[in-house]
């Protein structure tokens, strides 16, 4: 059933997709596109049309480590305030979530943005404020923003930003599954454009379409995949041309540029993937967490936290597995009781299947 506005429009292209009559394998790198999918009933017709479309590594909260949160712990109980967002302190780690701190009485507070972070850092001159900067390229302009404002001295950052375009390329060199095509972030390509995915049509000859977040944007994409995999015609189109363009946010790029290096960043599920995370440039030290408590954090260097037993996150990022694959999914991992990210996250895979789980 079809549960939105454009009735006829929907069962036209939809018509079109079945009348294709191939089995084809996509993938999606946006939790916003697995809610709408899965909310309105679309990852069924698709998959009664042969198309299966499995979520990717889309969700930065997902993606985000359990070094980076150990951190996080480490620091508050060294007496810091830790800032960050609902979902992000509610993931598990090796010693608990930042909100388990905060049961024990540490100080890690929920914002719903930097500024937030800032304001608190301003109204407690005599503590260290951190803020655990999570998001794609998205989000990392709020974060140059603040930081090109000079924020007071006892504010810093934990950066925890990646970059979309290097994880695709890992996904297709790891090789772990066959895919047909890409549905490509709307918001991230409001920020980075096209041009940035142009090199993995060019050198894996994989289709990609740039989509809005409406059930009519997934389905012309989808269908716009199609008829590049037909013609043989491997390339980006943009469907979201209401939102993104070539070029994208020139001005978000500069400062983004003006803020951040590449560096290799490890990504939850995967191997480090190269120039992947952005951090602070040298200038900017001052607000550079893993820089102005490096003596407090090296002890966390040597260790390595695994993911929570029995939890298959990982394998979800990589697009190998479905939330039902999981033995864990909806009887002890729950969004009251999560043991992986992925259930804790408005935008992981388990915690949209678990919200809109069908009988």
Same mark, same amino acid.
Request: include cysteine; charge should be positive; charged fraction near 25%.
């Given at each position: 059933?079809?549960?939105?506005?454009?009735?006829?429009?929907?069962?036209?292209?939809?018509?079109?997709?079945? &009348?294709?009559?191939?089995?084809?394998?996509?993938?999606?790198?946006? @939790?916003?596109?697995?809610?709408?999918?899965?909310?309105?009933? !679309? $990852?069924?017709?698709?998959? *009664?049309?042969?198309?299966?479309?499995?979520?990717?590594?889309?969700?930065?909260?997902?993606?985000?480590?359990?070094?980076?949160?150990?951190?996080?712990?480490?620091?508050?109980?060294?007496?810091?305030?830790?800032? &960050?967002? @609902?979902?992000?302190?509610?993931?598990?780690?090796?010693?608990?979530?930042?909100? $388990?701190?905060?049961?024990? %009485?540490?100080?890690?507070?929920?914002?719903?943005?930097?500024? $937030?972070?800032?304001?608190?850092?301003?109204?407690?001159?005599?503590?260290?404020?951190?803020?655990?900067?999570? %998001?794609?390229?998205?989000?990392?302009?709020?974060?140059?923003?603040?930081?090109?404002?000079?924020?007071?001295?006892?504010?810093?950052?934990?950066?925890?930003? /990646?970059?979309?375009?290097?994880?695709?390329?890992?996904?297709?060199?790891?090789?772990? #599954?066959?895919? $047909?095509?890409?549905?490509?972030?709307?918001?991230? &390509?409001?920020?980075?454009?096209?041009?940035?995915?142009?090199?993995?049509?060019?050198?894996?000859?994989?289709?990609?379409?740039? +989509?809005?977040?409406?059930?009519?944007? #997934?389905?012309?994409?989808?269908?716009?995949?199609?008829?590049?995999?037909?013609?043989?015609?491997?390339?980006?189109?943009?469907?979201?041309?209401?939102?993104? *363009?070539? *070029?994208?946010?020139?001005?978000?790029?500069?400062?983004?540029?003006?803020?951040?290096?590449?560096?290799?960043?490890?990504?939850?599920?995967?191997?480090?993937?190269?120039?992947?995370? !952005?951090?602070?440039?040298?200038?900017?030290?001052?607000? *550079?967490?893993?820089?102005?408590?490096?003596?407090?954090?090296?002890?966390?260097?040597?260790?390595?936290? #695994?993911?929570? &037993?029995?939890?298959?996150?990982?394998?979800?990022?990589?697009?190998?597995?479905?939330?039902?694959?999981?033995?864990?999914?909806?009887? /002890?991992?729950?969004?009251?009781?999560?043991?992986?990210?992925?259930?804790? +996250?408005?935008? @992981?895979?388990?915690?949209?299947?678990?919200?809109?789980?069908?009988?």
């Amino acid at each position: 059933m079809l549960y939105f506005k454009d009735k006829v429009l929907a069962k036209t292209i939809l018509g079109k997709i079945r &009348s294709n009559g191939k089995k084809l394998n996509f993938m999606h790198v946006c @939790g916003t596109h697995q809610d709408t999918l899965v909310k309105h009933g !679309l $990852d069924t017709l698709f998959e *009664n049309s042969g198309i299966n479309i499995c979520q990717g590594p889309g969700c930065p909260v997902c993606v985000t480590t359990p070094l980076e949160i150990e951190e996080c712990i480490l620091l508050a109980k060294k007496g810091k305030i830790i800032a &960050s967002f @609902g979902d992000m302190i509610r993931v598990p780690s090796y010693n608990g979530s930042l909100q $388990d701190m905060k049961a024990e %009485g540490y100080d890690i507070r929920t914002v719903y943005g930097i500024e $937030d972070a800032v304001n608190i850092a301003i109204k407690n001159p005599s503590k260290e404020v951190i803020f655990m900067a999570v %998001g794609f390229e998205t989000t990392a302009p709020t974060t140059s923003a603040i930081i090109l404002n000079e924020p007071p001295e006892n504010f810093s950052i934990l950066c925890c930003h /990646r970059t979309i375009p290097a994880a695709l390329k890992t996904i297709l060199e790891m090789g772990e #599954l066959k895919l $047909d095509g890409f549905i490509e972030p709307g918001h991230v &390509s409001t920020i980075i454009g096209t041009k940035p995915y142009e090199f993995i049509s060019r050198e894996y000859k994989i289709p990609q379409v740039i +989509s809005g977040f409406e059930p009519i944007d #997934l389905l012309m994409s989808v269908w716009m995949l199609i008829q590049q995999i037909n013609k043989k015609n491997a390339k980006v189109e943009n469907e979201y041309v209401r939102a993104v *363009n070539e *070029n994208g946010n020139l001005i978000a790029q500069k400062v983004i540029k003006e803020t951040f290096i590449q560096v290799d960043k490890k990504w939850r599920g995967f191997p480090t993937i190269k120039k992947s995370g !952005l951090e602070l440039r040298n200038k900017f030290d001052k607000y *550079n967490c893993r820089k102005v408590f490096e003596e407090e954090l090296k002890t966390l260097k040597e260790k390595e936290f #695994l993911e929570p &037993s029995g939890c298959r996150c990982g394998e979800l990022l990589r697009g190998l597995i479905t939330p039902q694959d999981c033995p864990l999914f909806g009887i /002890r991992c729950t969004p009251e009781k999560p043991i992986g990210p992925c259930m804790v +996250s408005i935008e @992981g895979s388990c915690n949209i299947a678990y919200m809109y789980k069908k009988d």
